[in-house]
């Protein structure tokens, strides 16, 4: 991975290289993505958002191309530019500005609230058709497992998958501007400033302000019947899940335990995924008790 940042900071055209050839490998699998932004983060962090514009023009002439050619379409390269690209720009450029972290992962919590409301108003019936598609999907699957499901509980299945589809989808796309954003001041960091992201993300705090709207957005979803705010809370927890992550990985930095509890940490999180509970919880309170501050830190 390193290497890879090596050959991003090389010049513009393996920068391009990178940021367009993983974009159209995301088509297949989506993690690719994450590096796609991460290089095009990088770029914004070390050089500046004068090349990362030359490189998402150059890297957007080569996906429109290459999505001709291989998929008959420039479709992919229109929506890496607006949907990816040009957010992780924006969201490093306030990095690069501002060396916080935290108000970075913030005005991107503001641009997720945002495509959040786009999504409900300028594609009201998407949730009706990805539904029907998912039941047309799982319909083979049910038949072909023998389970016995009453058309009552599939209906309320997809009422609620229909409603959710638009938050979950701006959700995704946050999600992956923000990897992109963590693993580019990563690499940033590695080749130029040791550890440097660790300590930041270990003691990253959105603060007070952002777990009231979560918190206020989650007893909001209970009474009230509103698409936007069923998104914008799976927006906000999503995000709050983050900060929960960041808070278990500074208790286990301050106390100075292998990396073996990171590992079994993430493996419990997929074996367990009600977990997420717990650590959604961990995140909102961790704003006003500021967890990692009550632990007390190993001696070296």
């Given at each position: 991975m390193?290497?890879l940042a090596?050959f991003?900071?090389r010049g ?7 940021v ?7 088509i297949i ?9 991460g290089?095009l983060?990088?770029v914004?962090?070390?050089l500046?958002?004068?090349?990362a514009f030359?490189i998402?023009a150059?890297a957007?002439?080569?996906?429109i191309v290459?999505?001709w ?6 479709t992919?390269?229109f ?7 040009l ?5 490093a450029?306030?990095l ?11 005005i ?10 786009v ?5 009201p019936?998407m949730?009706?058709t ?14 072909q497992?023998?389970?016995q ?9 997809m009422y ?5 589809v638009p938050g979950l989808?701006?959700?995704v796309?946050v999600?992956?501007?923000?990897m992109?954003?963590?693993?580019g001041?990563?690499?940033?960091a ?10 930041e993300f270990?003691?990253?705090r959105?603060?007070k302000v952002?777990a009231?709207v ?6 909001a979803?209970?009474f ?13 927890v999503?995000?709050?899940l ?6 278990m990985?500074?208790?286990i930095d301050?106390?100075?335990?292998s ?9 419990l ?15 909102l309170l ?6 990692r501050?009550?632990i007390?830190?190993?001696a070296a």
């Amino acid at each position: 991975m390193i290497a890879l940042a090596r050959f991003i900071l090389r010049g513009q055209s393996q920068a391009a290289l990178v940021v367009a050839t993983t974009a159209l490998l995301a088509i297949i699998l989506m993690p690719f993505s994450w590096l796609s932004a991460g290089a095009l983060t990088l770029v914004v962090l070390h050089l500046g958002k004068e090349a990362a514009f030359r490189i998402i023009a150059i890297a957007g002439l080569a996906t429109i191309v290459m999505g001709w050619i291989l998929l008959g379409t420039p479709t992919v390269a229109f929506i890496n530019i607006l949907f990816l690209w040009l957010p992780t720009g924006l969201i490093a450029y306030t990095l690069r500005q501002t060396v916080s972290l935290a108000l970075s992962v913030q005005i991107l919590t503001l641009f997720g609230l945002g495509a959040v409301l786009v999504m409900y108003l300028m594609f009201p019936a998407m949730g009706e058709t990805w539904s029907k598609a998912f039941l047309e999907l799982l319909k083979p699957a049910i038949e072909q497992s023998g389970a016995q499901i009453e058309q009552a509980h599939l209906d309320n299945l997809m009422y609620w998958f229909a409603r959710a589809v638009p938050g979950l989808l701006a959700v995704v796309m946050v999600f992956n501007v923000l990897m992109g954003l963590f693993i580019g001041r990563w690499w940033q960091a590695a080749l130029f400033n040791p550890k440097g992201f660790s300590r930041e993300f270990n003691e990253l705090r959105l603060g007070k302000v952002f777990a009231s709207v979560t918190a206020l957005l989650l007893i909001a979803n209970a009474f009230v019947d509103n698409d936007w705010v069923l998104g914008s809370m799976l927006m906000m927890v999503a995000l709050t899940l983050v900060q929960g992550t960041a808070v278990m990985h500074g208790v286990i930095d301050r106390k100075q335990l292998s990396r073996s509890w990171l590992f079994g940490f993430y493996v419990l999180l997929i074996l367990i995924p009600q977990v997420t509970v717990i650590l959604a919880i961990v995140g909102l309170l961790d704003a006003w008790v500021d967890i990692r501050k009550q632990i007390s830190p190993n001696a070296a």
